[in-house]
């Protein structure tokens, strides 16, 4: 089991997100004393009756987030259990904030999706499920947040739990845990509840405790990756005060920065940079300045190899025989971001690892019915609306499919003249 998970909320409005945050960070143990003290402070302050708390103000920490109630930006926080340390996001549920849970759900080992036990499977459930399905993200867990205004009614949960495994099914999405919770009373977070009777499954923590994480593990079995963030040379001579035989040892040193996206590299492994096909020894090894044998997904570091070759910014220095096809068209899944629309004809940067090239919106193919789940005729896509898209691109990219790399398939499409990013993109084969 992974010592690290990462894990995201998300939900509609008023749903319970920062609140059940805040509950299982104060239920776990993970909150300071001086911040429960001020927490309690301004709960007072609010009119809170005396021994209320107020969990919310534990993660929404924006000035605008406490005086409209509502999360706009992705909160990340990091605590640990006995058994594990976490890294969690609270992502914002207002649909003008859906691009930041995508932000806070693309690295995630498992979101928690809340949905209001009163108001059951609404819209906003639906499209970020979706996101969930489009990120491939392992596990999803349905909290049926406010569980307690509904009377701790079974029958509410088990119509709730249908709805969510049918909508999770039609999507794709195969690991589905769904539990009844109470962000506010803390039923099922950390303790189990003696309210529900009925639910014999495990508590919040249980199972975020349990479940099994995957980025590294995966990443560092599949075929090594290194896109090029920087060559690096000597500039203007060494230090004077350097040792004359390093000095000479580093004279001529040239190394490929970057951080392994997948695989893993060892000295005297051979290897290939991408686009070119050119192949070569990998010689060095520089891990923070400190000379290593080998490196592994998620590690920053320097390459020396055995030949000279032109591996600049953009380029991938993969595992030989192991090299994707270079590809100047691709059909590809795309969550629309910015207020102006995805239209065929327009032209467009496309950023891929480290590379940005010039590209263009073939066709857009269709767009995702967030009530039926099915795909639709499509002539634009709008802001937060998921949809399918061809893009060409005026040079080749290393591209691979998103369910298989997630490095290597995934994309963001970029607004030429401003830099906005435009929406994020997975290639779909």
């Not at 693309?106 to 009163?118: E, F, G, K, N, Q």
């Not at 950023?351 to 099915?374: F, P, Y």
């Not at 298989?404 to 290639?427: E, K």
């Amino acid at each position: 089991m992974s010592s690290l998970f990462r894990f995201a909320t998300a939900g509609s409005v008023d749903d319970g997100k920062s609140t059940l945050v805040g509950r299982l960070l104060h239920d776990a143990k993970a909150i300071l004393a001086d911040q429960l003290d001020q927490v309690a402070a301004t709960t007072r302050a609010r009119g809170f009756a005396h021994g209320e708390f107020d969990f919310a103000l534990l993660t929404d920490g924006l000035r605008a987030e406490r005086e409209q109630g509502i999360t706009i930006d992705v909160a990340y926080r990091y605590f640990a259990t006995d058994r594990r340390s976490f890294i969690l996001a609270d992502c914002p549920g207002h649909v003008q904030y859906t691009r930041n849970m995508v932000t806070g759900s693309a690295t995630a080992d498992a979101v928690i999706v809340l949905v209001d036990a009163r108001k059951g499977v609404v819209e906003q459930t639906r499209r970020h499920l979706a996101v969930v399905s489009l990120l491939r993200v392992p596990h999803v867990i349905i909290a049926v947040n406010k569980i307690d205004l509904t009377g701790f009614d079974e029958e509410r949960f088990v119509e709730i739990e249908l709805e969510a495994l049918r909508v999770a099914s039609e999507l794709g999405i195969g690991h589905l845990h769904v539990l009844p919770v109470s962000a506010l009373e803390g039923d099922n977070i950390v303790e189990r509840s003696v309210r529900t009777p009925w639910y014999a499954g495990p508590t919040l923590i249980e199972l975020l405790e349990t479940l099994p994480g995957h980025d590294d593990a995966d990443a560092e079995e599949a075929d090594f990756r290194l896109p090029v963030q920087l060559v690096l040379r000597p500039q203007g001579g060494l230090a004077p005060t350097i040792d004359p035989a390093e000095a000479e040892r580093y004279r001529d040193f040239r190394g490929f920065a970057g951080r392994v996206a997948s695989g893993r590299v060892r000295v005297g492994d051979a290897v290939e940079v991408v686009p070119g096909g050119h192949r070569t020894t990998v010689t060095g090894i520089h891990i923070a300045g400190v000379e290593a044998d080998a490196a592994s997904a998620a590690q920053s570091v320097t390459l020396t190899l055995a030949d000279e070759l032109d591996a600049a910014r953009g380029a991938v220095i993969v595992a030989s025989g192991s090299a994707p096809e270079g590809r100047r068209e691709a059909e590809v899944d795309v969550f629309q971001l910015d207020a102006r629309a995805i239209t065929p004809g327009a032209r467009v940067l496309v950023k891929h690892g480290t590379a940005t090239v010039q590209a263009q919106v073939a066709e857009v193919l269709s767009r995702r019915d967030l009530e039926t789940l099915g795909h639709e005729p499509a002539s634009t896509l709008a802001t937060n609306e998921i949809g399918r898209v061809r893009l060409r691109f005026a040079a080749e990219l290393p591209l691979e499919p998103y369910a298989r790399n997630r490095a290597g398939g995934s994309l963001l499409v970029i607004h030429p003249a401003d830099g906005a990013t435009l929406a994020a993109a997975t290639v779909i084969a």
